[in-house]
T-cell receptor, first 115, second 115 residues
């Protein structure tokens, strides 16, 4: 079972460069999320998607864009990377929420450093 | 608003010691409550959950009881092992999915178990 797969696992960028993080899930989940994890801050929601072709802003969306062209993929883009975006990024997926007890399934993360 | 507060770490215990990690929450309505665990270099994994007051979630020797009267969901284990060393996150999820169903995380508590 692959579950949620994130690529790449590590990346170092220079300030101003752009890149795209890819998240793929094979569980046919409707909902997908992008979080960032910073020391002492826990996880914070960047953007999310409730279905193919739809995206919405989370708690900390500035400097990021997302796309969900296919149900199984959720892309996170940094158009012009800044040192403040140095973080570990996690993608998660979740089955359609009929009640509020559906867990989220996480990838192993992408460690991104911006110099 | 909705929030989760968990005890700050790090927590260092000897093998076979008793573990308690405190978690309290603030939420409107009736959230589900979760404990996630993050082993070094990995993503978050669901450890246990509880969906209504007085429910007890349990898994791998860990337990937590949903206490609505004290708005708490403390994690306990009677005898920890070295392999339990990880970061533990308490989280709540509101009904509905998308931003309504997304997880609100505590900041995490790092547990180190010494042989």
């Amino acid at each position: 079972n692959a579950g949620v797969t994130q690529t790449p696992k590590f990346r170092v960028l220079k300030t101003g460069q752009s890149m795209t993080l890819l998240c793929a899930q094979d569980m046919n989940h409707e909902y997908m999320y992008w979080y960032r994890q910073d020391p002492g801050m826990g996880l914070r929601l960047i953007h999310y998607s409730v279905g193919e072709g739809t995206t919405a802003k989370g708690e900390v969306p500035d400097g990021y864009n997302v796309s969900r062209l296919k149900k199984q993929n959720f892309l996170l883009g940094l158009e012009s990377a800044a040192p403040s975006q140095t973080s570990v990024y996690f993608c998660a997926s979740q089955d359609r929420v009929v009640s509020n007890n559906q867990p989220q399934h996480f990838g192993d993360g992408t460690r991104l450093s911006i110099l | 608003g909705n929030s989760v507060t968990q005890m700050e770490g790090p927590v260092t215990l000897s093998e076979e010691a008793f573990l308690t990690i405190n978690c309290t929450y603030t939420a409107t309505g009736y959230p589900s409550l979760f404990w996630y665990v993050q082993y070094p270099g990995e993503g978050l994994q669901l450890l246990l959950k509880a969906t209504k007051a007085d429910d007890k979630g349990s898994n791998k020797g860990f337990e937590a009881t949903y206490r609505k009267e004290t708005t708490s969901f403390h994690l306990e284990k009677g005898s920890v092992q070295v392999s339990d060393s990880a970061v533990y996150f308490c989280a709540l999820s509101r009904p509905g999915g998308g931003s309504q169903g997304n997880l609100i995380f505590g900041k995490g508590t790092k547990l180190s178990v010494k042989p």
